[in-house]
């Protein structure tokens, strides 16, 4: 299904091996996949209460926001994730699981 929505959005394997960054296409096919995980981890969350207390709520929620975190520093860095890794750094994975602790 990848492949499908790479020729959707008029990019494809090539545009990879290139490493094309700032190509409109590739461009636009990363912003719909970072959209669409964004929303899939909003429709998530309020499922998180349903998770049992033994952790697993917490450390579900700190991984959502972690990885989104991720998706963040893909549009900060105007989705280039062919020439660096995006990461969250280890300073903002603690507020995030600081937060998600007391929030």
């Known amino acids: 299904w990848v492949r499908e929505e790479m020729e959707k959005f008029g990019t494809g394997p ?7 960054v700032g190509d409109p ?11 669409r995980a964004k ?5 998530a969350e309020p499922g998180l209460k349903l ?7 917490l450390c579900a929620r700190m991984m959502g926001r972690v990885y989104g975190g991720i998706l963040d520093e893909i549009v900060r860095h ?3 994730v062919l020439t660096e890794r995006r990461y969250v750094p280890f300073g903002r994975k603690l507020r995030i699981a600081v937060r ?4």
Do not use: N, P
Not at 39 to 43: F, H, I, L, N
Not at 51 to 57: E, H, M, N, T, Y
């Open 39 to 43: 929303e899939t981890y909003a429709k």
């Open 78 to 80: 105007d989705y280039d």
């Open 100 to 103: 998600a602790v007391w929030g």
């Open 14 to 20: 090539e545009c990879i091996a290139a490493r094309r």
């Open 51 to 57: 998770l049992a207390g033994d952790g697993s709520r």
């Open 25 to 35: 296409k590739w461009t636009a096919f990363m912003q719909f996949q970072v959209e």
